[in-house]
């Protein structure tokens, strides 16, 4: 299938989910993930609508800003080197994954020193697994408290990666807790934040997740296709 059709299956899927418990589609973002992708199919999916595009490396969304610019919105989903916050802070809309003090600081300083306040959400390790970056559930209370001295720094809501199941309807208890985090962010009134995003849901789940309340669904493989991992190293 074209990167149309397949985009055209998502949002449709997505309509249907939204039916099913009462949300309207015009409020979740299809965000399309590229990494691996080329500049050149990734227009093709610009051309379809898609106005999200998500990266998790910090060099791919150098090189594709050069090559597709400011039109899209870029967020980053991956793990972030604090060392690395320096080549993005200018370009991207939106971080999916602070999941420390040291690095909400480095955020904090690199925004403050061209102007911005940045958006973030805070990545949250919603099973506890080894191999997985997050904050723990339990830790967000005491993470947004840290958070709090940063006058450059916009919390706007909440991202997980959920556990690879065999079946979607296995993720779902996983995103209900996430769904549950999410309301309790919202009810803490802290001046660093605006909730308004729930990241969660990828190819392999999303429906579910958009059941269970995100708004910011992250979908690779179901727009482009398998990833091909040994064009990356190119
Ligand atoms: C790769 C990636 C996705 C998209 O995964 P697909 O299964 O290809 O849809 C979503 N979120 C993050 C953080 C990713 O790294």
Redesign the pocket.
Known sequence: MSIKDNIELIRHRIADACKRVGRNPSDIIL?A?T?TISPDKIKEAIAEGIEVI?E?RVQEIVQKYDAIGDKVKWHM??HLQVNKVKYIIDKVELI??LDSVKLAQEINKRAKSIGKKQNVLIEINIAGEETKFGIRPGELKKFIKELEIFDNLCVQGL?T?APIVSEPEEARPYFKHMRQLYDELKEMKSPIVDARYLSMG???D?VVAIEEGSNIV???????GP?NYNKEED
């Not at 992250?218 to 482009?224: D, E, K, S, W």
């Open positions: 965000m993930v990494k998500g998790n989903i991956g999916h994954s991202m990666v990828m190819t392999a999303y992250r979908i690779g493989t179901g727009i482009f990833r």
